[in-house]
C-alpha cells in the first residue's frame, strides 16, 4: 500500500465523485476540482472529508501543449481541495490567489 502524497486533476463530470473518494479515503492530497458547492459529490466528498478548501480567485485557463493558452476558461469557478492536514496547511500558507476555508470535516447523513 502506497502512501504518498497525492496531488489530481480527475475528470469532469459525473465520474469526479469516484476519484474524490479514492483521495479522500488515501488521507493525503489536494485535487482541482469545479468549485460546485451545491452538489451531493461536494456535500460527500469536500464538506464531508476534506479538511482545507482555497476557491481560486477568477477562472483558470488551460494551455495547449505549445504552451498558448487556450481561447476560453475552464467555464466555472475551481477549488483546491486538501485531504489531510499537511496538504490544508500548504493550500493556506500558499500565495495563490483565493480564499482559503478550513473544513471541519463531518460526514453528512443523506
Known sequence: EWGG???????????????????????????????????????????????GALFLRGRIHFHRIDGTRADFNAGAPSVLVAYGWKDANRLRDSDISGHYVMIDPIFTNE
Open 5 to 51: 502524497r497525492v496531488w489530481m486533476n480527475p475528470p469532469y463530470g459525473p465520474s469526479t465523485g469516484k476519484w474524490l473518494e479514492k483521495l479522500a479515503d488515501h488521507g493525503r492530497g489536494t485535487a482541482l476540482i469545479f468549485a460546485r458547492t451545491e452538489t451531493k459529490t461536494f456535500f460527500r466528498y469536500v464538506w464531508g472529508r476534506a479538511v
